[in-house]
């Protein structure tokens, strides 16, 4: 059989935690299977846990930026060149991307019509595609409708990852025989801790993330100071803190800024694989994240938790691991947003002992919804 992994990455580690996680799944059910890795973003060569394995890729979106460029630029037909091209003899498609459909992204007609083409032509050579738990929406505009559309004629499976998304694709007309609702799969990937971090292990997590800056308005200008001063109070109540670079060179910056701001006196931990960052994540006291899968690697792993929060998709996590009061409002009452973090600080071990509770419950889920995958897919 022969599988394609569409919408991953190892740029974000969220988005390659995701690609291990569908990985691990495949060669568990299907340990003969032929693998496609088709990235969303230009990378060169196949991530290293994926070498020597029996997995390939497409070196024309490896080598497309260029090319790609300049057919766009005389009008001819480009998607060759990217990651919306349907190879042959695909069975299955599974995209792992964790947030690609919405209003929020302004997607083109042009953009539109390279995605619907490429639906169509994995139909048209009998390929089925998932679209694995996923945050949706919303879709109020002319292209997130035609979004939706394009989406319920062509994806076999449509999963939902929360109860808000759920209902924004659900109220934009997907069709709810192929709408699933569960929750984040990468709660199945163990992590693995890095020895020469040793040096932080129990010490409090901080997590940066430059969508804080490009993807909200009143928050934006606040976002690098509010994060220095939620560390200034964890260090002056008697916590030891650190920075985690959770995906590129935007977040790596944000880090090196507030480092400096802060006489460069923290360690900031860079140049991990995914399931590195998760084992740093898993071996935190306490975690201040605004990525999302910063947010989900602690709580699967018992670690507690805040966020600041430019989506919803960060609410609905904290939900489904029993947590409430637990997004920072950057622009928010100070002394209010302090009160979550001390009241965190102070019931550590009651808050641990929800997350490992909730964590069974959404294992049992995650491992209920592979299952039936594979069955709809008739493996």
């Given at each position: ?219 934006a200008k606040h ?134 509770e909730r964590k ?20």
């Amino acid at each position: 059989m022969k599988i394609q992994i569409d919408g991953t990455n190892t740029l974000n580690k969220g988005a390659e935690l995701m690609l291990v996680a569908i990985y691990q799944q495949i060669i568990k059910k299907i340990p003969a299977a032929e693998i496609l890795y088709i990235p969303n973003e230009i990378e060169v060569g196949l991530p290293i846990f994926l070498q020597n394995k029996n997995v390939k890729r497409r070196r024309a979106v490896e080598k497309g930026r260029i090319p790609s460029a300049i057919l766009r630029r005389l009008r001819l037909p480009y998607a060759y060149f990217t990651s919306k091209y349907a190879s042959k003899n695909i069975d299955l498609v599974l995209d792992g991307a964790g947030f690609q459909f919405s209003d929020q992204w302004g997607y083109t007609k042009e953009r539109l019509d390279i995605l619907e083409r490429y639906y169509k032509n994995l139909k048209n050579q009998g390929t089925k595609i998932v679209l694995l738990p996923q945050a949706f929406g919303p879709f109020e505009t002319k292209q997130g409708k035609r979004m939706v559309k394009i989406i319920n004629d062509y994806v076999d499976i449509i999963i939902a990852r929360e109860k808000i998304s759920y209902k924004f694709i659900a109220d934009a007309g997907a069709n709810k025989e192929k709408l699933w609702l569960y929750p984040d799969f990468t709660l199945l990937v163990k992590g693995t801790f890095p020895e020469r971090y040793e040096s932080i292990r129990n010490k409090v997590c901080v997590i940066p993330n430059k969508k804080m800056i490009t993807h909200t308005k009143n928050a934006a200008k606040h976002y690098g100071d509010f994060i220095k001063e939620i560390i200034v109070h964890l260090e002056n109540s008697g916590e030891e803190v650190f920075l985690l670079n959770h995906e590129g060179a935007g977040d790596l910056e944000i880090c090196k800024q507030i480092n400096e701001s802060h006489g460069n006196t923290l360690t900031v931990v860079n140049n991990l694989t995914a399931t590195e960052v998760k084992g740093v994540i898993g071996a935190s006291r306490m975690v201040v994240s605004s990525r999302f899968h910063g947010v989900a690697s602690a709580l699967n792993q018992g670690v507690p938790c805040l966020s600041t929060s430019w989506n919803h998709k960060y609410q609905m996590l904290f939900e489904d691991f029993g947590q409430h009061n637990t997004v920072l409002a950057v622009d928010g009452e100070w002394n209010e947003e302090l009160k979550k973090i001390d009241d965190i600080r102070t019931n550590l071990n009651a808050v641990k002992s929800v997350l490992v509770e909730r964590k069974m419950v959404l294992t049992i889920e995650a491992e209920t919804m592979w299952n039936r995958i594979w069955q709809e897919v008739e493996i």
